[in-house]
């Protein structure tokens, strides 16, 4: 089974993100960008990657130390962005601003994940939710990231649950299952 850990948006947000999606999607007649389901939009802080069934418990027992004290995270969006970069975009996304609180979650999922044989993602931690991947073979047109309009920049919101997902992939693009959920709550 694929693995990751993320937080949960609230519905109001996504509402605002899944608007910017289809605005977007108008704009792009091309159909060069592959936009995330609005169901599936959340902030990922570690993928496992393939995972055999058995190692389930280690990585939920991890993933509870991880919490333990961890209250709700205020975040706030902050520009639309690309990587690798936005001259040639490949993955579509919404920065945040986070305080401390996000990075130390980061840090202990990270440390945690070492301890129970994951490595680390290698990259400094760049907080941040996939909106769309321009497909295999396209290009976006010069400048087409500085014209997207931020949706709704510099709204606040909390995330107040951490959600390790199954990523199941069909022939409509990945589906998440949660496998369990923990509320941030100290």
């Known amino acids: 089974m694929r693995l990751f850990v993320a937080l949960l948006l609230e519905p109001g947000l996504l509402d605002s993100l899944a608007s910017f999606q289809r605005r977007q999607q108008k704009a792009d007649t091309s159909g060069s960008v592959r936009w995330v389901h609005p169901e599936g939009i959340h902030l990922t802080l570690k993928f496992y990657g393939e995972v055999m069934p058995e190692r389930l418990d280690v990585i939920e027992e991890g993933l509870r130390y991880a919490v333990a004290g961890a209250r709700p995270i205020p975040l706030r969006l902050t520009q639309v962005g690309a990587f690798p970069t936005s001259t040639r975009p490949r993955v579509l996304w919404v920065?945040?601003?986070?305080?401390?609180?996000?990075?130390?979650?980061?840090?202990?999922?990270?440390?945690?994940?070492?301890?129970?044989?994951?490595?680390?993602?290698?990259?400094?931690?760049?907080?941040?939710?996939?909106?769309?991947?321009?497909?295999?073979?396209?290009?976006?047109?010069?400048?087409?990231?500085?014209?997207?309009?931020?949706?709704n920049e510099g709204t606040a919101f909390l995330a107040e649950e951490l959600v390790l997902y199954e990523s199941v992939l069909t022939s409509d693009g990945p589906r998440y299952q949660s496998r369990l959920v923990l509320p941030l709550e100290a």
């Open 95 to 151: 920065g945040l601003e986070a305080p401390p609180a996000l990075e130390l979650l980061y840090d202990r999922l990270e440390r945690r994940g070492i301890e129970i044989g994951f490595p680390p993602e290698g990259a400094p931690y760049s907080p941040h939710v996939t909106l769309g991947r321009v497909r295999e073979g396209h290009r976006l047109p010069p400048g087409a990231i500085d014209r997207y309009e931020m949706p």
